[in-house]
């Protein structure tokens, strides 16, 4: 349902994305691994433009668009029906948690209030908030603000979902909370890209991998593929680096 | 003397006011082009942020009284200038680029995330604006702006250099009708209705302030202290 095509960024002279190709299937949960400033964030801000890459075509269903000629059209029909959820969480510090929920329902979506009320409450206590509803972000904790941002994108009720890094900008005993409520997700059918850095949890949700490496993907597999037996020494090199599996 | 005082009140407040809501909008408009760079506009803005931030504003005031009447014959209008609008162009002038210098900053001061955040859900620009960056940069502004409605309140005591019948320049006439006898009371009076004027400012941003959603704390929610020292 979503295919990337030699997609291609730079930032002034430093190249960032060198050609990546990627597709993903309906159903779909692919995790993206790859060392530290490869590109992986980058990738993901280019589905919803908000990075903007040189070059490349994105389809998504029946959305095709060259970004050589980006157009608004496409640009929108694809950012309503992804969802993102950030690194810094990136919850709206002006409202409070079910706010932070309903605004898009209401103001992109045109809900109507009530509905979207309902929904946000819906949201909110499937990732377990529902006691914290009228808090500002600036009273919770990392683990509260990121379920807050996962609750805000699932009430899109978006086709796919993009995770970046969820649980890097989190404190270890955060972590858990925040893997449980997205494993939840994953489960529930929804295609979905994760970033992480989680290994092990990466292997568990994931039926496909992803291996990015200095701006391409250099790897693509599934989990046992991946993990078990890595043919590319890159990769290799890059697991045992992160020596997180057993 | 303090009843005389009072009657230019109404004058010096007048080219307050003004200022405050000319040079609201003349911000608005001047910021939101220094932020989105739009050719030749975008330089224009800049010049004129900096013509009101460095041009001493007694400078500013003389520009406005002197250079108006000649715009107006220009255009071919009447000169129907005093001194008094004279001075209420020239302040809003000077206030609207000096508060663009504090709107800016508070803008680019919103995390890029809240962007980020705002147009990956296809909120439009102005949508952005005006229900997630916009009350974040004010947040961020309105300690800024609280000077710089200071400033503005100091400020329009120079209007009397080019004519303008305030409270300092009624307070000159006093003076000098009196044979300079009371200076000393009539400066502290003086100093007196300013401190007021400034104080009633400053209270009433700070109202705003605590407000603010975003005040709010881990340990009290959003009702923080509304009276702090002053
Ligand atoms: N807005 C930007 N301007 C300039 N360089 C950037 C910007 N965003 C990211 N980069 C650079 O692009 C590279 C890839 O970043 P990123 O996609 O965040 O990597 P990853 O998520 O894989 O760690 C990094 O070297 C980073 O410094
Ligand atoms: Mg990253």
Request: a neutral charge; proline letters at 5%; charged letters at 15%.
């Amino acid at each position: 349902m979503l295919d990337i095509h030699d997609l291609k960024l730079s930032y002034g002279n430093s190249k960032i994305l060198n050609g990546v190709n990627l597709s993903v299937k309906r159903g779909d949960v692919v995790s993206i691994i790859g060392p530290s400033g490869t590109g992986k964030t980058t990738l993901l801000k280019c589905i919803n433009y908000l990075a903007k890459p040189a070059s490349g075509t994105i389809t998504f269903d029946g959305i095709r668009m060259d970004y050589q000629r980006a157009d608004k059209a496409a640009i929108q029909a694809i950012r309503l029906r992804t969802a993102m959820v950030f690194q810094q969480f990136n919850v709206f510090k002006n409202m409070t948690v079910i706010q932070n929920v309903m605004d898009p329902l209401v103001v992109v979506q045109r809900k109507s209030k009530e509905e979207a009320r309902e929904i946000a409450a819906r949201e909110l206590e499937r990732v377990g908030l529902s006691t914290k509803q009228d808090h500002y972000p600036s009273q919770l904790s990392g683990g509260q603000l990121q379920r807050t941002g996962i609750a805000r994108a699932l009430a899109v009720r978006p086709d796919v979902m993009l995770f970046d890094e969820p649980t890097s900008s989190l404190d270890p005993e955060l972590v858990g909370e925040v893997l449980k409520v997205i494993k939840d997700v994953t489960s529930s059918g929804i295609t979905s890209l994760l970033v992480t850095h989680e290994m092990q949890f990466a292997k568990n949700i994931s039926n496909r991998i992803v291996f990015m490496d200095r701006g391409v993907v250099a790897a693509d597999g599934s989990p046992s593929e991946i993990f078990d037996a890595p043919s590319n020494p890159r990769l290799a090199q890059f697991l045992s680096s992160e020596h997180t599996l057993q | 003397m303090i009843p005389e005082l009072l009657s230019a009140l109404p004058l010096t407040l007048a080219i307050t006011f003004v200022a405050i809501v000319a040079g609201f909008g003349l911000a608005l408009i001047t910021t939101t082009f220094r932020v989105r760079r739009v050719p030749v506009i975008s330089q224009l803005a800049d010049l004129y942020v900096s013509y009101a931030r460095s041009v001493p504003v007694v400078l500013q005031l003389f520009v406005s009284f002197y250079g108006l009447p000649l715009l107006v014959i220009l255009i071919g209008g009447d000169d129907f200038l005093t001194a008094t609008i004279a001075a209420m162009v020239g302040l809003s002038f000077y206030h609207g680029g000096y508060l663009s210098e504090v709107m800016r900053p508070a803008y680019l001061a919103v995390d890029r995330g809240q962007h980020d955040a705002a147009d990956s859900l296809g909120y439009t620009f102005r949508q952005k604006i005006t229900r997630i960056v916009g009350p974040q940069a004010v947040h961020i502004a309105l300690p800024g702006y609280g000077n710089s409605i200071i400033y503005l309140i100091h400020n329009v005591a120079l209007v009397m250099y080019i004519g303008a019948a305030d409270v300092m320049a009624t307070a000159h006439l006093i003076m000098e009708r009196d044979y300079n006898q009371y200076q000393f009371p009539t400066y502290l009076v003086l100093a007196v209705i300013y401190s007021i004027l400034c104080l009633i400012a400053w209270l009433i941003i700070r109202a705003f302030e605590v407000r603010s959603p975003m005040y709010a704390t881990k340990e009290a929610p959003v009702r923080a202290a509304l009276m702090p020292s002053v």
